[in-house]
T-cell receptor, first 112, second 115 residues
Framework: GNSVTQMEGPVTLSEEAFLTINCTYTATGYPSLFWYVQYPGEGLQLLLKATKADDKGSNKGFEATYRKETTSFHLEKGSVQVSDSAVYFCALREYTGNQFYFGTGTSLTVIP | DAGVIQSPRHEVTEMGQEVTLRCKPISGHDYLFWYRQTMMRGLELLIYFNNNVPIDDSGMPEDRFSAKMPNASFSTLKIQPSEPRDSAVYFC?????????????FGNGTRLTVT
């Protein structure tokens, strides 16, 4: 079956620190992988995506590389800001599938 | 592109009352999903539609919940009668069809409080 396992939170970092949020997946086919971000009081917004092995998705200084050999899609940012405080969700969608599979979310708080 | 539009943004009701949540998906999207989010259970898929037809409603908690999609631009999620444990944020999301690698697009949600 399909599933996404995400790093437990909450994560608290100082401004300008390096961020890594781990995500691993199980899929029976060839999934696309996504990171979503949810700010307080809002819906989930697409942050970045990668559709095949070795693709790197990037947006707003965040990056994630689709690693088929380790079935991982870790989210990274070199220097976080207070405005990055949010909940981050890793997700997958199989190319031939209808459904999306989400991780449990990782809460990030960045302190000045 | 106006995005997925949900209404109302907030709903407060008393136990036993009927609640109707509304959603307008992005034009051209074949799939529509209803999710519920709580602190305890996280993000749960309730039901999804393809071309206005319900495909999987196994996530609907019980018979008090029902969802319809009368046309490609409108869907409702109804709870009757509502209970305090239904308090949550309900999200609608839409996506183009399979074989597109397309992401899911979420609305801003309806925060439901049942007292």
């Amino acid at each position: 079956g399909n599933s996404v396992t995400q790093m437990e939170g909450p994560v608290t970092l100082s401004e300008e620190a390096f961020l890594t949020i781990n995500c691993t997946y199980t899929a029976t086919g060839y999934p696309s992988l996504f990171w979503y971000v949810q700010y307080p009081g809002e819906g989930l917004q697409l942050l970045l995506k990668a559709t095949k092995a070795d693709d790197k998705g990037s947006n707003k200084g965040f990056e994630a590389t689709y690693r088929k050999e380790t079935t991982s899609f870790h989210l990274e940012k070199g220097s976080v800001q207070v405005s990055d405080s949010a909940v981050y969700f890793c997700a997958l969608r199989e190319y031939t599938g209808n459904q999306f599979y989400f991780g449990t979310g990782t809460s990030l708080t960045v302190i000045p | 592109d106006a995005g997925v539009i949900q209404s109302p943004r907030h709903e407060v009701t008393e136990m036993g009352q009927e609640v109707t949540l509304r959603c307008k998906p992005i034009s051209g999207h074949d799939y529509l999903f209803w999710y519920r989010q709580t602190m305890m259970r996280g993000l749960e898929l309730l039901i999804y539609f393809n071309n206005n037809v319900p495909i999987d409603d196994s996530g609907m908690p019980e018979d008090r919940f029902s969802a319809k999609m009368p046309n490609a631009s409108f869907s409702t999620l109804k709870i009757q009668p509502s209970e305090p444990r239904d308090s949550a944020v309900y999200f609608c999301a839409s996506s183009p069809g399979i074989r597109t690698n397309s992401p899911l697009h979420f609305g801003n949600g309806t925060r439901l409080t049942v007292t």
